[in-house]
Protein backbone atom coordinates (compact mmCIF):
# COMPACT_ATOMS: atom_id res chain seq x y z
CA UNK A 1 0.00 0.00 0.00
CA UNK A 2 2.68 2.07 -0.28
CA UNK A 3 1.98 3.18 -3.62
CA UNK A 4 -1.33 4.51 -2.26
CA UNK A 5 0.57 6.79 0.41
CA UNK A 6 3.54 8.25 -2.22
CA UNK A 7 0.46 8.94 -4.89
CA UNK A 8 -2.29 10.40 -1.91
CA UNK A 9 -2.38 13.57 -3.20
CA UNK A 10 -2.90 12.48 -6.75
CA UNK A 11 -5.52 9.98 -5.57
CA UNK A 12 -7.35 13.38 -3.36
CA UNK A 13 -7.63 15.15 -6.52
CA UNK A 14 -9.63 12.83 -8.15
CA UNK A 15 -11.86 12.66 -5.21
CA UNK A 16 -12.06 16.20 -5.80
CA UNK A 17 -13.29 15.84 -8.92
CA UNK A 18 -15.83 12.68 -7.94
CA UNK A 19 -17.16 15.04 -5.25
CA UNK A 20 -17.45 18.31 -7.01
CA UNK A 21 -19.50 16.18 -9.89
CA UNK A 22 -21.45 14.43 -7.57
CA UNK A 23 -22.53 17.78 -6.35
CA UNK A 24 -23.11 19.72 -8.70
CA UNK A 25 -25.14 16.93 -10.75
CA UNK A 26 -27.32 16.83 -7.53
CA UNK A 27 -28.47 20.31 -7.58
CA UNK A 28 -29.09 20.24 -11.24
CA UNK A 29 -31.05 17.18 -10.55
CA UNK A 30 -32.89 18.27 -7.84
CA UNK A 31 -33.96 21.38 -9.85
CA UNK A 32 -34.86 18.65 -12.96
CA UNK A 33 -36.78 16.38 -10.47
CA UNK A 34 -38.84 19.02 -8.80
CA UNK A 35 -39.85 20.78 -12.32
CA UNK A 36 -40.54 17.02 -13.46
CA UNK A 37 -42.51 16.17 -10.45
CA UNK A 38 -44.71 19.43 -10.89
CA UNK A 39 -45.13 19.33 -14.86
CA UNK A 40 -46.41 15.71 -13.81
CA UNK A 41 -48.85 16.63 -11.35
CA UNK A 42 -49.81 19.61 -12.35
CA UNK A 43 -48.99 20.08 -15.90
CA UNK A 44 -51.93 19.65 -18.96
CA UNK A 45 -51.91 17.07 -21.32
CA UNK A 46 -49.12 17.65 -23.30
CA UNK A 47 -46.94 18.48 -20.42
CA UNK A 48 -47.83 15.45 -18.51
CA UNK A 49 -46.85 13.04 -21.10
CA UNK A 50 -43.47 14.67 -22.14
CA UNK A 51 -42.24 14.33 -18.52
CA UNK A 52 -43.49 10.55 -18.92
CA UNK A 53 -41.41 10.34 -21.93
CA UNK A 54 -38.44 11.83 -20.54
CA UNK A 55 -38.69 9.58 -17.35
CA UNK A 56 -39.00 6.21 -19.80
CA UNK A 57 -36.09 7.32 -21.99
CA UNK A 58 -34.14 8.29 -18.92
CA UNK A 59 -34.93 5.44 -16.51
CA UNK A 60 -34.99 2.95 -19.53
CA UNK A 61 -31.43 3.37 -20.64
CA UNK A 62 -27.85 3.14 -18.83
CA UNK A 63 -26.37 6.22 -17.32
CA UNK A 64 -23.13 4.70 -19.22
CA UNK A 65 -25.24 5.23 -22.38
CA UNK A 66 -26.22 8.76 -21.37
CA UNK A 67 -22.93 9.62 -20.58
CA UNK A 68 -21.66 8.55 -23.98
CA UNK A 69 -24.48 10.34 -26.05
CA UNK A 70 -24.07 13.70 -24.19
CA UNK A 71 -19.84 13.77 -24.80
CA UNK A 72 -19.37 11.97 -27.88
CA UNK A 73 -23.25 11.78 -29.65
CA UNK A 74 -23.76 15.57 -29.11
CA UNK A 75 -20.84 16.39 -31.14
CA UNK A 76 -21.99 14.94 -34.59
CA UNK A 77 -24.76 18.14 -33.94
CA UNK A 78 -22.10 20.65 -33.27
CA UNK A 79 -22.56 20.75 -29.76
CA UNK A 80 -18.80 19.84 -28.13
CA UNK A 81 -18.69 19.68 -24.31
CA UNK A 82 -15.57 19.01 -22.49
CA UNK A 83 -15.48 16.10 -20.20
CA UNK A 84 -16.05 17.69 -16.74
CA UNK A 85 -19.14 19.85 -18.35
CA UNK A 86 -20.59 16.83 -20.29
CA UNK A 87 -19.97 14.56 -16.94
CA UNK A 88 -22.42 16.92 -15.15
CA UNK A 89 -25.17 17.36 -17.70
CA UNK A 90 -25.62 13.34 -18.45
CA UNK A 91 -25.74 12.31 -14.28
CA UNK A 92 -27.61 15.90 -14.31
CA UNK A 93 -30.57 14.56 -16.27
CA UNK A 94 -29.96 10.93 -15.04
CA UNK A 95 -31.09 11.77 -11.74
CA UNK A 96 -33.43 14.25 -12.16
CA UNK A 97 -35.56 11.48 -13.48
CA UNK A 98 -35.35 9.09 -10.66
CA UNK A 99 -35.10 12.15 -8.15
CA UNK A 100 -38.81 13.55 -9.58
CA UNK A 101 -40.17 10.21 -8.71
CA UNK A 102 -39.15 11.07 -5.13
CA UNK A 103 -40.95 14.11 -5.08
CA UNK A 104 -43.81 12.93 -6.42
CA UNK A 105 -44.55 10.17 -4.05
CA UNK A 106 -43.82 12.57 -1.91
CA UNK A 107 -46.20 15.39 -2.99
CA UNK A 108 -49.22 12.69 -3.11
CA UNK A 109 -48.21 11.49 0.59
CA UNK A 110 -49.54 14.46 1.49
CA UNK A 111 -53.23 14.52 2.77
CA UNK A 112 -55.62 16.13 -0.24
CA UNK A 113 -57.10 17.22 2.84
CA UNK A 114 -54.54 20.20 3.79
CA UNK A 115 -54.65 21.13 -0.08
CA UNK A 116 -57.88 21.50 0.25
CA UNK A 117 -58.18 24.10 3.34
CA UNK A 118 -55.10 25.99 1.84
CA UNK A 119 -57.13 26.98 -1.15
CA UNK A 120 -60.39 27.65 1.49
CA UNK A 121 -57.75 30.11 3.25
CA UNK A 122 -57.46 31.81 0.47
CA UNK A 123 -53.63 30.48 -1.23
CA UNK A 124 -53.08 30.29 -4.49
CA UNK A 125 -51.69 26.44 -5.96
CA UNK A 126 -48.14 28.11 -5.68
CA UNK A 127 -48.38 29.27 -2.39
CA UNK A 128 -50.09 26.06 -0.77
CA UNK A 129 -47.53 24.28 -2.87
CA UNK A 130 -44.66 26.46 -1.43
CA UNK A 131 -45.89 26.93 2.09
CA UNK A 132 -47.97 24.13 2.91
CA UNK A 133 -46.79 21.19 0.53
CA UNK A 134 -43.04 21.17 -0.68
CA UNK A 135 -42.21 21.61 3.35
CA UNK A 136 -43.99 18.55 4.13
CA UNK A 137 -42.69 16.56 1.56
CA UNK A 138 -39.05 17.54 1.56
CA UNK A 139 -39.08 15.23 5.46
CA UNK A 140 -40.66 12.59 3.56
CA UNK A 141 -38.11 12.52 0.38
CA UNK A 142 -35.39 12.80 2.22
CA UNK A 143 -34.19 9.45 3.08
CA UNK A 144 -35.09 8.34 -0.51
CA UNK A 145 -33.13 11.16 -1.41
CA UNK A 146 -30.03 10.50 0.29
CA UNK A 147 -29.90 6.78 -1.31
CA UNK A 148 -30.09 8.22 -4.61
CA UNK A 149 -27.00 10.83 -3.75
CA UNK A 150 -25.23 8.29 -2.37
CA UNK A 151 -26.06 6.18 -5.49
CA UNK A 152 -24.95 8.94 -7.65
CA UNK A 153 -21.70 9.59 -5.76
CA UNK A 154 -20.40 5.64 -7.04
CA UNK A 155 -22.36 6.12 -10.61
CA UNK A 156 -19.84 9.29 -11.04
CA UNK A 157 -16.93 5.93 -11.56
CA UNK A 158 -19.04 5.78 -15.09
CA UNK A 159 -17.70 9.20 -16.19
CA UNK A 160 -13.62 7.97 -16.46
CA UNK A 161 -15.02 6.83 -19.95
CA UNK A 162 -14.65 10.47 -21.30
CA UNK A 163 -11.58 10.51 -19.69
CA UNK A 164 -12.59 12.93 -16.51
CA UNK A 165 -9.93 12.55 -14.24
CA UNK A 166 -12.52 11.29 -11.17
CA UNK A 167 -10.92 8.40 -8.75
CA UNK A 168 -11.30 5.44 -11.05
CA UNK A 169 -9.45 7.60 -13.97
CA UNK A 170 -6.72 8.47 -11.20
CA UNK A 171 -6.37 4.55 -10.20
CA UNK A 172 -6.22 3.60 -13.92
CA UNK A 173 -3.21 6.10 -14.51
CA UNK A 174 -1.63 5.31 -11.81
CA UNK A 175 -2.03 1.18 -12.45
CA UNK A 176 -0.47 2.13 -16.17
CA UNK A 177 2.82 3.81 -14.43
CA UNK A 178 3.26 0.61 -11.95
CA UNK A 179 1.94 -2.02 -13.70
CA UNK A 180 0.18 -2.69 -10.22
CA UNK A 181 -3.33 -3.42 -9.59
CA UNK A 182 -4.77 -4.29 -6.28
CA UNK A 183 -3.37 -1.47 -3.83
CA UNK A 184 -4.91 1.33 -6.10
CA UNK A 185 -8.32 -0.63 -6.46
CA UNK A 186 -8.50 -0.97 -2.59
CA UNK A 187 -7.36 2.32 -2.40
CA UNK A 188 -9.92 4.08 -4.00
CA UNK A 189 -12.68 1.41 -2.65
CA UNK A 190 -11.76 2.84 0.57
CA UNK A 191 -12.19 6.62 -0.36
CA UNK A 192 -15.42 5.50 -1.80
CA UNK A 193 -16.33 4.39 1.14
CA UNK A 194 -15.36 7.13 3.53
CA UNK A 195 -17.25 9.80 1.29
CA UNK A 196 -20.30 7.96 1.51
CA UNK A 197 -20.21 6.97 4.66
CA UNK A 198 -19.65 11.24 5.48
CA UNK A 199 -22.84 11.76 2.99
CA UNK A 200 -24.80 9.69 5.44
CA UNK A 201 -23.99 11.18 8.87
CA UNK A 202 -25.24 14.64 6.97
CA UNK A 203 -28.46 13.45 5.56
CA UNK A 204 -29.11 11.75 8.38
CA UNK A 205 -28.37 15.13 10.47
CA UNK A 206 -30.59 17.03 7.82
CA UNK A 207 -33.55 14.21 8.36
CA UNK A 208 -33.65 15.03 12.29
CA UNK A 209 -33.53 18.33 11.19
CA UNK A 210 -36.67 18.12 9.33
CA UNK A 211 -38.05 16.09 11.50
CA UNK A 212 -38.28 18.46 14.74
CA UNK A 213 -39.58 21.33 12.59
CA UNK A 214 -42.95 18.89 12.52
Do not use: H
Request: net charge positive; proline share 4%; aromatic share 12%.
Amino acid sequence: MSLVWDNLLFLLKGAYYTLLITIISMCFGLLIGIVVAIARLKGNLPVRWLARAYLSVIRGTPAYVQILIVYYGLVDYGITLGPLMAACVALSINVGAYLSETFRGAILSIPKGQTEAAYAAGMTPWQTLRRIIFPQAARVAIAPMGNTFIGMLKETALVSVITVTELVRSAQLLIAQYFVNMPFYLGIAAMYWVMSTVFSFILEGIEKRLSKAY
